[in-house]
């Protein structure tokens, strides 16, 4: 090879999904627990002592685990990483980690129509699938929530705008992790999350572990219907992304109406002031979708009935674009 990056080591699929296997079988957690010998550890694993030797040996060589000696394996600080829920719920082949891998299986599909073909993996798309295994789309719910980090409450570029807030709605809010510190971070502000009936459910105990019970209220629909009217404030974190223009438009041009004549929607996530968008793979193959630069989001949301008004980034870093209806 002459310079530059080996195309083998790029294309090499061995190390993805061995990590995927320790995941799934928990081997960071049963190292964690005392079952360091490979027996011990492929029995309370549920595996073959040699296969799983063999994978965690090539795990070794890559930098994840150590051998100390033979047949024996300790965390170091890399996999100490499987540790993590939230990492353990997106390498879970046995789970949604496993919708996620098996689904670049039909990337080929999705680039050759411009089109998601995650069907052809799973028989039906990405959304039917979860209706289908309501226990797949708890785990999907609970890594898009709780299980991805404390949300950043401040949803408005200018502070100084909460004193003329009283009503927001966190539309496709999962279950209710954002809206639930938006309430929490300002008391005088009542919030409506919506979303699919199967999420919104499991949104309770999230508003009263944050103790906005009394201030928050579930609608249980899809955000493609009539959303609540009339509210100050229209939430849209990681949802436009998802979603290709047709789907987006939709969804804005819903937020446009319930907004009227004088809300506000705020799109985080999924839009970028940058020149080029990230390419954002993932939701090409689950979903179709992709993220944005301001301009095509601006087209967009003009084409929906709203007109962009400002710009920016939270403290956490992530853009924010806000939208008033024309």
Request: with cysteine; proline share 6%; charged share 25%.
């Amino acid at each position: 090879m002459m310079g530059g990056m080996d195309i083998w080591a790029l294309s090499d699929l061995c190390t993805p999904w061995c990590v995927h296997v320790a995941a799934t079988l928990r081997i960071a957690d049963h190292i964690a627990a005392g079952n360091t010998d490979i027996g011990p550890l492929a029995q309370v694993a549920g595996a073959d002592p040699e296969s799983l030797c063999r994978v965690l040996r090539h795990l070794v060589s890559r930098g994840v685990f150590e051998e100390p000696s033979p047949g024996v394996f300790k965390l170091n600080e890399t996999a100490h990483g499987l540790l993590e829920n939230g990492v353990r719920m997106g390498l879970d082949l046995d789970s949604f980690g496993g919708r996620m891998a098996y689904a670049w299986g039909t990337m080929l599909s999705a680039v050759r129509t411009g089109k998601p073909a995650y069907h052809e993996a799973f028989g039906r798309g990405f959304w039917e699938d979860l209706d289908t295994h309501p226990e797949i789309a708890e785990k999907f719910d609970e890594l898009m929530g709780p299980g991805h980090g404390v949300p950043d409450a401040e949803v408005l570029l200018n502070p100084a705008d909460w004193a003329t807030v009283r009503t927001v709605v966190d539309v496709g809010g999962g279950t209710g992790s954002l809206l639930a510190e938006v309430l929490r971070a300002h008391p005088l502000v009542h919030g409506t999350l919506v979303d699919l009936p199967r999420t919104v459910k499991r949104a309770a105990a999230v508003f009263e572990a944050a103790g906005v019970t009394g201030r928050a209220t579930v609608v249980g629909q899809n955000f493609f219907d009539a959303l609540p009217a009339g509210k100050d404030v229209y939430l849209l974190k990681n949802v436009l992304a998802d979603w290709p223009d047709r789907e987006a438009k939709a969804i804005l041009t819903r937020c446009a109406e319930a907004a009227q004549p004088r809300g506000r929607v705020v799109a985080l996530g999924g839009v970028t002031p940058d020149a080029v968008a990230s390419p954002e793979l993932l939701m090409l193959v689950l979903l179709g979708g992709k993220n944005r630069t301001l301009e095509e989001f601006r087209e967009l949301a003009r084409e929906a009935g709203l007109e962009v008004r400002a710009s920016g980034r939270q403290l956490s870093g992530k853009f924010i674009v806000e939208c008033r209806p024309k």
